[in-house]
């Protein structure tokens, strides 16, 4: 699979004006967004790091002249300012409501934490402005640390892709679904 990495740009508007549908990655920090995209694309080109917040930028990677993956940074732990959150908090606002090439956001959860208050402030958004999304559980092979953990339905999120993926990179299971809906092999 022909895989380059198209760069990494801080404003929507300097995004490449292509044609190719994407799939964007999101979640909170140290969810595992660029471990899951390297282990879908089954190559290391997304940057994986143990520090929460490592993405800060819009990260594009072109497949087989086809489609975009887009690394979106990760929200709700990274050690940066106020302002600093803000204006990522605008970027990525910017960048669901006007790219029009955006096919799919899958919003990561990480299975052993479950959902919090930063996830569901970004599916209501989501909801509120009609951005089709869809939850993957990642780390799904790992021990379980929440005791109550709230249960993500359709019917609460009308823009939410009804079926629900978990994901393991470190296992590789759960791929599979998320290469069909790209649509690669």
Same mark, same amino acid.
């Given at each position: 699979?022909?895989?380059?990495?198209?760069?990494?740009?801080?404003? *929507?508007?300097? =995004?490449? @004006?292509?044609?190719?549908?994407?799939?964007?990655?999101?979640?909170?920090?140290?969810?595992?967004?660029?471990?899951?995209i390297?282990?879908?694309?089954?190559?290391?080109v997304?940057?994986?790091?143990?520090?929460?917040?490592?993405? &800060? +930028?819009?990260? %594009?990677?072109? *497949? !087989?002249?086809?489609?975009?993956? /887009?690394? =979106?940074?990760?929200?709700?732990?990274?050690? /940066?300012?106020?302002? !600093?959150?803000?204006?990522? =908090?605008?970027?990525?606002? !910017? #960048? =669901?409501?006007?790219?029009? &090439?955006?096919t799919?956001?899958?919003v990561?959860?990480?299975?052993?934490?479950?959902?919090?208050?930063?996830?569901l402030?970004?599916?209501?958004?989501?909801?509120?402005?009609?951005?089709?999304? &869809?939850?993957? #559980?990642?780390?799904?092979?790992? @021990?379980?640390?929440?005791?109550?953990?709230?249960?993500?339905? $359709?019917?609460? $999120?009308?823009?939410? /892709?009804?079926?629900? %993926?978990?994901?393991? +990179? !470190?296992?590789?299971?759960?791929?599979?679904?998320?290469?069909?809906?790209?649509?690669?092999k």
């Open positions: 699979m022909n895989i380059r990495f198209v760069g990494s740009f801080e404003n *929507v508007a300097d =995004l490449p @004006k292509s044609q190719f549908p994407e799939f964007a990655f999101i979640g909170r920090s140290n969810v595992g967004k660029s471990s899951l390297n282990a879908v694309l089954g190559t290391d997304a940057r994986t790091s143990n520090t929460p917040g490592r993405t &800060q +930028s819009l990260n %594009l990677f072109n *497949v !087989e002249d086809k489609i975009m993956i /887009v690394d =979106l940074p990760g929200y709700g732990y990274a050690k /940066v300012s106020k302002m !600093e959150t803000f204006r990522w =908090l605008k970027r990525l606002e !910017e #960048y =669901l409501i006007t790219r029009r &090439q955006l799919r956001l899958f990561l959860i990480d299975s052993r934490i479950g959902v919090k208050d930063s996830d402030d970004l599916l209501d958004f989501c909801d509120q402005n009609g951005i089709s999304y &869809q939850i993957v #559980y990642t780390k799904k092979d790992k @021990k379980v640390r929440e005791k109550v953990q709230y249960n993500l339905s $359709h019917e609460n $999120h009308p823009a939410m /892709v009804a079926d629900v %993926l978990e994901t393991s +990179s !470190e296992k590789k299971t759960g791929l599979e679904p998320i290469r069909t809906i790209i649509g690669i």
